[in-house]
């Protein structure tokens, strides 16, 4: 199987050539112009399994994680990369993550379940949040989890209590708000002094608390951990919220003698969405916080800490395909065509919530120039569903199938039931193989919970 998408002809005319940074590392087109992904044609996929339908790819999410693993280790000896679950979560994915020697980030219990039900090490799990409960903290102790992040006072509190009870030391990092703009959206900025998330540096905030950690007798602090928001296409603000951060841990070995051992600048990388703005390579992110770590380490006179990085969105945004069937189209005239497909803000609240951009093309004429422009709406009740405005598309007749790229993130993650939608059926997809993972809800499950 070829993991190149096929050549053409005239490749700037066809979606497969236009399309190929944004669509899994397998994507192809047969002579027909059917896409399709891990040697699987989309049309049998639609056939077999319904629209609308999630497709992840198996070879991207590893050579993506290889890319991870290779880049960092290469700069950072010692380097672990855990994956941030919440940008997508299941058993399936878990046993690829462990395969590939991923470790994993989990904020709740939810997550913690699904990771461990997926064979993933509890060592290798980092449990974060800025509202971990009591019976959270208690099932990440019971199930030995390698690090719990720590995010706030009381939780601090919380936790010393809960260890003194057992009288066994846990591992701990501290989550450090260190006042630095990563310039993304409003909704996903993390790194401001005024943010939900943290211990916030420039009042003070952070050294107390780890003056506070130091204190407890069953708590280790192994380092600092910040998370500047997501995603983050220009890599600077790393190399910005590591010197700040490492100044932290200078003060820190200076007045307290404290000195870190592990740190981890978070996630954020960012996914390439759009054909128009790239997201930089892995080892983009890897040079930039290896060389800022390795500088501000050298000119502090600090050891080098383990580096864990937290990427969720780039491992597993590439490899997912959202693939709908159109129901309906409208031309207004003078103002706009709509095609509205089976799925939308339940599969796909991200361009309601955050005006986020996708491509999207007609998945059986992937060697047809566009002729026209249409907007992709979803089928829910309210104006804001719409999935990509103004896509350039050849004409699209009902049941065609619309795949939208760079679906594998938060799309998932954030469905809902809303207008009681059928939640979608998964499948992964290898070598001309393709695995239910997920069943596609049914009626009945709506009723399942009701009493
Ligand atoms: N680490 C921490 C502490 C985080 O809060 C996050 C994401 C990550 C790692 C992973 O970031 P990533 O590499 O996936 O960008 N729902 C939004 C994204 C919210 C991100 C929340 N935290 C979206 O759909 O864009």
Known sequence: MSTEPT??????????AQLRDVLPLTAAASAEGVLSIGGCSVQDLAREFGTPLYIYDEHTIRETCRSYLRDFRGRLPGSRAHYAAKAWLSPALTRILVAEGFG????????????????????QIGF?????????????LDCGVGRIIVDNDDELALLDELTRTRAR????????????????????????RDSKFGFPLPSGQAEAGLVRALEAPFLDVTGFHIHLGSPLFSVEPY???????????AEMKERHGYEWREFSPGGGMALTYTADRTAPEADR???QIADAIHTACDSHG???????????????????????SVVSRKHIPETRDYVTVDGGMADNIRPAMYESQYEAAAAEQMRTAPTRTATIAGKFCESGDVLVRDASLPPLEIGALVAIPASGAYQIAMESNYN??????????????????????????LLALEL
């Open 285 to 287: 992110y890897a040079l």
């Open 169 to 192: 030391t846990q591992r701990i990092m501290l989550r450090i708000t260190p006042g630095v703009d990563a310039r993304t959206h409003a909704k996903t900025t993390t790194g401001l």
């Open 239 to 249: 190399a910005e919220g590591i010197a700040t951060i490492a100044d932290f841990a």
């Open 7 to 16: 050549e053409s002809t005239a490749p700037s005319a066809q979606p497969i």
């Open 302 to 324: 600090l050891p080098m800490p383990d580096v864990h990085i937290e990427p969720g969105r780039s491992v597993v945004g590439r490899a997912g395909v959202a693939l709908y």
């Open 128 to 140: 974060h949040g800025n509202g971990k409960t009591r019976e959270e903290l208690n099932h990440a």
């Open 104 to 123: 994993m980030d989990v904020v709740s219990s939810g997550e913690l379940h699904v990771a461990l039900a997926g064979g993933m090490d509890p060592e």
């Open 420 to 445: 009681l939608a059928l939640r979608p059926a998964i499948v992964m997809v290898r070598d001309g193989h393709a695995q239910l993972v997920r069943r596609r809800q049914t009626l009945d499950d």
